[in-house]
């Protein structure tokens, strides 16, 4: 199944909750999600059983990678046994969550013993202050720290450790992030600060390109880069020449990568959505609560994806119309 420029749908995210525990500047600004801000009421999100039959259906379809995201997926009351639900369904299915790891250290063994394949934890710097600074709360960042070593200890290998970079916020961070993955195996990415949604007062001026970084980075540890592990990969991976670790750049912004996009993305109200900055979705929920049949639900999203054509980060340059009301990061799920 192709959309429009021949990208296969193999990849799913699934936003379990829009709700979190952290205030992220460039996902939830604090000042903008307090707490009078009114998040999505149970019914409102996707069950269990709800994202259980999308999940097959998709599978169905050829994909063959899950990621459970949010807001904070661990916030979501028994996350882990939606995950064994879901791992079950296909042994050889690859299933991830994103995390922010506040709530690691409780859950990371359980994650582990229901089938959680991957993990990747957010993290923009080992200081307590930025930490704080970035995730918008006063909470400690040992704690995160203390749940990415529970779940290696757990078992889990290769664990992704993903770092936003603002500029004149967290730039002094990017040395130690590497120094702790190095010595801890785990594969530290930096993301570029995208402008996802309209409510993070996005600007150019605060983005850090990953060639900045990488020439930080490249003033102490000689650099090699190395070949992604599939086409749709969104990492530009190099491999440090001492042989000690691996570091990645999602460059949305500087280098971005929609040819080879084959992720499509499920709201925590159920709305599948074609691009991280698409601006509507279609209604899942309404299909399953009207009793449609898989036959029908399958039929609508082949129909959707054939017509797919986005291509926002490579045209966003190029483009001088602005989309409008675009679903903000926490709702689409990263
Ligand atoms: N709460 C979880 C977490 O933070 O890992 C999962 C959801 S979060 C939306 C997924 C990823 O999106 C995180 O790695 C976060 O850093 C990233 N993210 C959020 N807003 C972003 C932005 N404006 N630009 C780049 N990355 C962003
Ligand atoms: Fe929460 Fe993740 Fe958004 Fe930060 S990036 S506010 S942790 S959903
Ligand atoms: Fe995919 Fe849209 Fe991101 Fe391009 S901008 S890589 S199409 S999600």
Redesign the pocket.
């Known amino acids: 199944m192709n959309d429009k420029f021949g990208r296969k749908l193999e990849d799913l995210r699934i936003s379990v909750t829009d709700r979190c525990n952290f205030r992220c500047r460039y996902c939830m600004p604090e000042e903008l999600y307090g707490e009078a801000f009114e998040f999505l009421k149970k019914d409102q999100i996707l069950s269990f059983e709800e994202i259980h039959r999308l999940a097959e259906i998709f599978i169905s379809l050829g994909v063959k990678k899950i990621r459970l995201t949010g807001g904070e997926p661990l916030v979501r009351k028994d996350v882990t046994k939606l995950i064994g639900s879901i791992s079950k369904i296909n042994n050889d299915l690859d299933i991830a969550m994103t995390t922010n790891g506040y709530l690691l250290e409780k859950y990371a063994s359980d994650l582990f013993q229901v089938g959680l394949k991957r993990l990747t934890v957010s993290l923009d710097s080992l200081d307590n202050e930025v930490f704080q600074k970035m995730s918008g709360k006063k909470f400690n960042v040992d704690e995160v720290i203390k749940g990415i070593s529970k779940a290696k200890s757990e078992g889990f290998e290769n664990i992704k450790i993903n770092t936003v970079v603002r500029k004149g916020v967290n730039e002094k961070s990017i040395m130690g992030l590497v120094d702790y993955c190095r010595s801890e195996g785990h594969i530290l990415r930096f993301i570029e600060y995208m402008d996802v949604g309209t409510l993070n007062s996005w600007d150019i001026e605060n983005v850090v390109n990953s060639n900045d970084i990488l020439k930080i980075i490249s003033n102490k540890y000689k650099l090699s880069k190395i070949e992604k592990n599939y086409p749709s990969e969104?990492s530009n991976r190099f491999s440090f020449d001492d042989g000690k670790g691996e570091i990645g750049f999602i460059s949305?912004i500087s280098n971005?990568?929609?040819d080879n996009?084959t992720?499509a993305r499920i709201t925590a109200d159920g709305k599948l959505v074609?691009?991280?900055?698409a601006n509507k979705g279609m209604n899942l929920k309404s299909m399953l609560r009207s009793r449609k049949s898989n036959k029908y639900i399958i039929s609508e999203i082949i129909n959707m994806w054939k017509l797919r054509d986005?291509?926002?980060?490579?045209e966003r340059s190029k483009s001088k119309i602005k989309v409008k009301n675009k679903i903000e990061m926490f709702q689409t799920g990263g």
Do not use: E, I, V
């Open positions: 969104t949305s971005p990568f929609c996009c992720r074609t691009c991280l900055f986005d291509k926002y980060s490579l």
